[in-house]
Structures are given as structure tokens and as C-alpha cells.
């Protein structure tokens, strides 16, 4: 999944770039541990609940992107609020509709939002598609490998495998025993027949 992470990873840093007096945060945190100010100018965070597989070499990924405004009490109404959180999912929308070279296709599914439940706090969150993705290379640079590199995880971890030692041979001539009885000379069970020949060849391994 090392993929997906350097795809959302550029995203978050691309949308920094195309947004900058906006706060773009790696971390979702709730309104009540944002500060204040913070609030006011907006932050934009992602969060990946969701990979979905495509086959064996491709995934989509489904994050969700979060957009938090806080607006004055004293002179801001709910449907002041209302239009902040409209204008900052309006900014994230476009930004999704053309994120720059080298990305995969972005779907936005759905876009919801706080409805002034929470004045003064408010919100929009969307619901995204990013793919197909293949697996196979890193698209975008990733904790010190390069785009194009293969990804530490695409294969499992080599593993030091001893000598061969030796080997057995169960020689079974016609007429041949049941398979049954083949099934259980390959877990050493000799209790109800026998191979016609049965030896074992070892390996010097120089």
C-alpha cells in the first residue's frame, strides 16, 4: 500500500501549494482540539478509511477529505457559517477537478455538510475515489525512494532458505497402490503398506 500512501501524500501536498491561506493538516482533529485560529482561517485534512481492490496489481482508493470553519459568535449567524463552509468545499472541489500531472482520476461521490447543526462550527466532508492505482511502482517520490521505484511491499520479505539436506523416495511399481495409500506415505505413515522402494537420497551440499 506504499502506493496509495505517496498518492495521498502528494495530494495533501499539492492542495497545500494550491491553497495556501487555507491550513491542509495530515491529521483529523476534532473542533474542539483545533485552535482557534486555526478554525477561522479553515483546515482541510484527509483521512484513507477505505482501499478497495481492482485485481491483483490495482487498488482505488476512498478517502475522505474533511474541510472545518469556525465563525464569530458575536456577529456571524448559522447561515454566515453556512456560506463559509460552502466557499471552502467550493475551493476543495476545484482543486480536485484538475490536482495536477501524473495523478489518477479523483471522483467526488458525495459532499455533506454541517447544515448549521453546529454553528459556529462548520463543516463539509467528502467522499472520494482515487484510481485505479497500480501497485507495481511508486507514482510519486516516498521516504527517500523515487517516483518509479518499486515499492518495499509489493513482494514478501526474501527468505534464507537451508541446504536441502536430502530427499525420500517412496517408489510405488504396478500394480500401484491407492492414492489413499500414497496420502499417507507423504506423512510418514507406514502402518498400513508399504512402498515397493523406499530409500532416501542425501546431499552433500559442497
Same mark, same amino acid.
Given at each position: ?6 498518492v495521498? =501524500? ?20 476534532? %473542533?474542539? *482540539? ?7 482561517q479553515?483546515?482541510? !485534512?484527509?483521512?484513507? $478509511? ?12 476512498? $478517502? ?8 464569530p ?8 457559517? *453556512?456560506?463559509?463552509e ?5 475551493? /476543495?472541489r476545484a %482543486? ?9 482520476r ?7 455538510y454541517?447544515?448549521?447543526?453546529e454553528? $459556529?462550527?462548520?463543516? !463539509?466532508?467528502?467522499? !472520494?475515489? /482515487? ?8 507514482? %510519486? ?7 518509479g ?15 536441502l539436506?536430502g530427499?525420500?523416495?517412496n517408489?510405488?511399481?504396478?500394480p ?14 507406514? =502402518?498400513?503398506?508399504?512402498?515397493d ?5 542425501? %546431499?552433500?551440499?559442497?
Amino acid at each position: 500500500m506504499q502506493v496509495v500512501t505517496a498518492v495521498i =501524500t502528494e495530494l495533501r501536498k499539492r492542495m497545500s501549494q494550491a491553497l495556501p491561506h487555507r491550513i491542509v493538516s495530515d491529521d483529523y482533529v476534532p %473542533f474542539a *482540539e483545533r485552535v482557534a485560529s486555526e478554525l477561522k482561517q479553515g483546515v482541510i !485534512c484527509f483521512v484513507l $478509511p477505505e482501499v478497495t481492490m481492482v485485481d491483483d496489481w490495482a487498488v482505488r482508493a476512498q $478517502p475522505t477529505i474533511v474541510g472545518q470553519i469556525e465563525v464569530p459568535t458575536r456577529d456571524g449567524k448559522p447561515s454566515t457559517g *453556512e456560506r463559509a463552509e460552502q466557499r471552502l468545499a467550493g475551493e /476543495i472541489r476545484a %482543486f480536485l477537478r484538475n490536482a495536477g500531472p501524473n495523478m489518477p482520476r479523483i471522483d467526488v461521490k458525495s459532499v455533506k455538510y454541517s447544515a448549521q447543526q453546529e454553528h $459556529p462550527n462548520h463543516w !463539509c466532508m467528502f467522499e !472520494c475515489e /482515487i484510481g485505479p492505482i497500480s501497485e507495481g511502482q511508486l507514482l %510519486f517520490a516516498l521516504d527517500g525512494r523515487a517516483a518509479g521505484d518499486a515499492p518495499t511491499d509489493l513482494y514478501p520479505a526474501p527468505s534464507n532458505a537451508r541446504p536441502l539436506a536430502g530427499v525420500s523416495l517412496n517408489i510405488d511399481v504396478a500394480p500401484h497402490a491407492p492414492s489413499t495409500e500414497h496420502d499417507q506415505w507423504l506423512d510418514d505413515n507406514y =502402518t498400513t503398506s508399504q512402498p515397493d522402494i523406499l530409500t532416501t537420497v542425501e %546431499f552433500t551440499n559442497d
